[in-house]
């Protein structure tokens, strides 16, 4: 699969035209958008909903109309998306666009657009420890590859893996969408309610806002309740005021599930630099998620438990990690062409 789908027009860049570059986070749900200055010095971030707008590119142009129309001419826009080609269609969202006629649209000469995965995993390079909450495990072992991966309106996987010289290489995939394997009786249940209403249970099903919902409602179901209509942050405000013993438990299985679907990935990466958490569902309750079955449940492999114990887990605090990744993928794209 392409990690990235460049579109650039031949130009004579100056450094005149270098600065600002427009960076980007696109969601299902949002769009995050923001003006890079000079090298990771990201300024004028605007959250825009968007179910707002009709097009990408309508969405972009306001975002520039509200920071005065600045002159861009470089651009990078992560997207929850697979890109492998000129034509996107997303997935959790409306929007479908060429690249290269939204560039055209933009006027821009380079318009880079990358998975948000690809991007997460990119922003944790240049990460600083402060924006990092460890969850278990020991120190990081040097030059081994990290695992990212988060639930959100999806459920985004990607990885880093070293390339011999303190650089990383960010991959691209899908990983969100791989098949969900129960782990007890219990997720079994789950699964089986998932499989009557989806066909295919992949493990974005369970570890994404809606998911977090379809565990709360598969369980009324085994109880024999009729479940009340919660939003996922309903669910999870219920569950930590000890006011649903429903919703505790239904934040508990997600918060397990997530231990499972990361130590899995921990294992297929050899990913002994780290897993880490990213999203925005996690750190909203990072209290409880220290003591959440999530670490058990990672730690929880067999005769590889050992190997599991000694991996350390990070929740990451950054805001948004998504456009930081993308200023890096743009910088590595623009060099790579010797503009500077």
């Known amino acids: 699969m392409s990690t990235t789908q460049t579109k650039t027009q031949a130009s004579t860049s100056t450094a005149s035209v270098l600065w600002p570059r427009l960076v980007a986070d696109i969601g299902g749900t949002n769009a995050r958008f923001a003006l890079e200055t000079s090298p990771q010095k990201i300024e004028k971030v605007e959250v825009l909903p968007c179910n707002d707008y009709d097009t990408v590119v309508d969405a972009i142009k306001e975002y520039l109309s509200r920071v005065d129309n600045p002159t861009i001419k470089h651009a990078a826009i992560a997207i929850a998306n697979p890109i492998v080609g000129d ?9 479908a666009f060429s690249i290269e006629t939204t560039r055209q649209a933009l006027h821009l000469e380079t318009l880079l657009f990358l998975n948000d995965f690809t991007a997460q ?3 944790i390079t240049k ?17 081994a590859p ?11 996987v990607s990885g880093l893996i070293p390339n011999g010289d303190n650089t990383y290489t960010a991959l691209a995939g899908e990983g969100g969408h791989v098949s969900f394997a129960p782990f007890d009786d ?17 493990a974005e099903r369970f570890l994404s806002g809606a998911g977090l919902g379809l565990i709360y409602e598969s369980l009324a179901a085994r109880e024999g309740v009729k479940p009340q209509k919660l939003t996922p942050s309903g669910i999870s405000e219920r569950a930590l005021s000890g006011t649903s013993p429903l919703c505790r438990l239904t934040l ?22 780290g897993v880490y958490l ?19 449940r990672f730690e929880s492999k067999g005769r590889f438990d050992a190997y599991l114990a000694a991996i350390p887990v990070y929740i990451v605090l950054a ?19 010797g503009i500077r």
């Open 319 to 337: 805001d948004y990690p998504g456009i930081s990744g993308a200023a890096v993928a743009l910088e590595n794209e623009l060099s790579a062409k």
């Open 127 to 143: 990460m600083d420890s402060d924006k990092l909450v460890q969850i278990g495990g020991s120190a990081p072992i040097p030059n």
């Open 121 to 123: 995993a990119l922003a």
């Open 252 to 273: 508990d299985i997600f918060c397990a599930m997530l231990g499972t679907v990361s130590s899995n990935l921990a294992l297929t990466l050899g990913a002994r630099g």
């Open 186 to 202: 219990a997720e079994i249940l789950i699964w089986q309610y998932a499989k009557k209403k989806f066909g295919h249970v992949s």
């Open 278 to 296: 990213c999203g925005g569902i996690i750190p909203r309750f990072i209290d409880y998620f220290k003591n959440s079955p999530f670490r058990n």
């Open 87 to 95: 034509w996107v269609q997303m997935t959790n969202h409306h929007w």
């Open 146 to 156: 990290k695992a990212v991966l988060g639930p959100g309106t999806g459920l985004g």
